[in-house]
């Protein structure tokens, strides 16, 4: 038998609003064993976070743990000391949090940060915890693994960051970590490598687990027990075979059913009609490296077009060309058959006007220290010059054209909505600028599939209403279904393939968008075993992980 690690009961955490403590969560226990993986359930707003936060005796600013006992391995988390904790986190139990770029220090290398804990801990050397880091590094497929930590966190892809926080986050070797959505960020192809690489060393190193995530079909592969939360409520517990075959509550049942959304086939776009934007053959570099080359494709009014690929194949880059943030070398953009000028500082105000962005992670696009009303509201006055009462009136307008409150939430920070709300003022704030063309970067990679089918549906009813055009950076294939006209895919700085969503979806396919697809998790237990044998890929990086033991 598995020896018994982290055991905890009746745990109830309270948050501060105004003055009064209100409950988070009620009363919810589980045990974990040494080499055992628990998964965390549920909608944004469940408590898994939380949970998984207080399972190392940690509370966020304005939480505490009102109730219930926190034992790891025999320490009691909920009383010790400060001193106690710090000696435990960092190096017997370790955090993966699931916004990386939020959670790096910009200011210093990823090779510095990763060797930080090991060092502090008395583990290991910094040099001996820099050449462990690389073999991390090696073994969750990050590029130049010898060279990439020497790099600062601005200066990888948001995939290659969140590889490194995992890594970093099992420099120490730790008997527990809490994975909180580690694998949102990422793309389908490199998930499985992430996927494959931490159930690899979880068993090696028989390391207990808490994976927290909304993706049900990733949670699959990845525990071995499931609990379900609901607004700080247990829902039921059960082995994932079980939980996966025969969910016994009708709250979990409708977890396991979303994602039903998909908007209704349009009719083709009219021949010789004008795009809203095209982009033609163009190139660029990040100074002297090349990082798109020869993309082409067009985005009629009223359409969507999804632009898939895996990290770093230059879906983000394309629409930094777009938008005049980075000018191509070569090549030239259109805007409803007019030649935009390639940098934004010679663009009008009506072309900055006409083309806006929604960013992925909602957490660091909004600023911090303004509330709701002045975020959305510099956009309306910058572009439309309106103040005072009008202003405030027309950011009203936005926030019921995004299905919030304006009396509720005009007023308040970014720190008091949940993901999904701040999304959605994140698509507020780009529609304040009265654009004919929205580029949505990821907009739902953060949010449990329930608030992510909310945002889809918000935006095909702003489509609708307001005939926008959306380019769909993604990498999440579900969302490409239920949303997109057609499909771009990219691969190296290249469109490789391109067409109707109908078409992109039957085969044959290019050999790149055969992997993308039949890289998408599915609800099954064995998938990643399977998929990896198919592959003829054994565990990753065995030789490196002897070597560390």
């Known amino acids: 038998m598995a020896e018994q690690l982290l055991k905890v009961r009746g745990l109830k955490l309270e948050g501060l609003s105004g003055e009064t403590w209100t409950p988070i969560v009620n009363g919810v226990s589980f ?7 628990l998964g965390l359930i549920g909608e944004s707003g469940a408590g898994k976070s939380t949970v998984g936060l207080a399972a190392m005796g940690f509370t966020r600013d304005g939480c505490r743990i009102s109730d219930g006992e926190v034992e790891f391995d025999g320490i009691d988390l909920v009383n010790a000391s400060a001193a106690v904790k710090r000696s435990l986190l960092g190096k017997r139990i370790a955090y993966v949090a699931q916004s990386a770029a939020a959670s790096f220090n910009p ?78 960020a990422l793309d389908v192809t490199t998930q499985i490598e992430v996927l494959a690489s931490i159930r690899d060393i979880v068993e090696q190193f028989d390391t207990a687990a808490i994976y927290i995530t909304h993706d049900l079909a990733v949670v699959a592969q990845m525990a071995d027990k499931i609990k379900v939360l609901l607004k700080g409520d247990e829902v039921e517990e059960s082995d994932t075979r079980t939980m996966l075959s025969n969910p016994q509550e009708d709250y979990t049942k409708s977890l396991w059913a979303v994602r039903s959304f998909e908007r209704p086939k349009k009719p083709a776009v009219n021949t010789g009609a004008t795009p809203i934007v095209s982009i033609k053959n163009v190139t660029a570099a990040y100074g002297t490296v090349p990082v798109l080359e020869e993309v082409s494709f067009d985005i009629h009014e009223g359409r969507t077009v999804a632009v898939v690929g895996e990290s770093g194949s ?40 006409q083309a806006q962005m929604i960013y992925q992670m909602a957490d660091t696009a909004l600023n911090p220290r303004k509330s709701i009303g002045e975020i959305i509201g510099r956009p309306v006055q910058f572009y439309s010059g309106k103040t005072g009462s009008e202003k405030r009136r027309r950011v009203e307008e936005l926030l019921e054209q995004i299905e919030l409150d304006p009396g509720q939430y005009i007023n308040r920070l970014p720190s008091e909505l949940s993901g999904g709300q701040k999304q959605r003022i ?81 085969p044959p396919h290019h050999p790149y968008t055969d992997l993308l697809l039949s890289s998408v998790p599915e609800m099954d237990p064995d998938w990643l075993t399977t998929l990896l044998d198919q592959r003829g890929v054994d565990n990753i990086g065995d030789a490196a992980v002897n070597k560390m033991a």
């Open 314 to 353: 230059g879906k983000s880059t394309t629409a930094r060309c777009i938008t005049g943030l980075l000018p191509p070398k070569i090549g030239h953009i259109e805007f409803d058959g007019q030649a935009l000028p390639l940098d934004y500082r010679r663009r009008s105000k009506d072309q900055l006007r």
């Open 426 to 506: 994140g698509i507020a704030r780009a529609l304040a600028a009265d654009p004919k063309f929205i580029i949505c970067d990821e907009v739902t990679s953060a949010l449990d599939q329930l608030v992510a089918e909310g945002i889809l549906k918000l935006l095909a009813n702003l489509q609708d209403t307001l005939g926008l055009s959306y380019m769909f950076i993604t990498h999440d294939l579900a969302t490409v279904k239920a949303i997109s006209d057609e499909v771009v895919v990219m691969k190296d700085g290249r469109v490789v393939e391109q067409g109707p969503k109908d078409e992109m979806f039957q």
């Open 31 to 37: 045990d974990l064993k040494k080499g055992e993986v």
């Open 107 to 184: 200011a210093h290398k990823l090779i510095d940060q990763h060797s930080e804990a090991p060092v502090q801990h008395g583990v290991s050397s910094k040099s001996e915890s820099e050449a462990d880091g690389m073999e991390l590094y090696r073994r969750l497929r990050l590029p130049d693994p010898d060279n990439i930590g020497f790099r600062f966190p601005h200066q990888v892809s948001g995939g290659q960051l969140q590889r490194a926080m995992t890594a970093m986050a099992m420099a120490c070797r730790p008997d527990l970590i809490i994975f909180d959505e580690p694998t949102t």
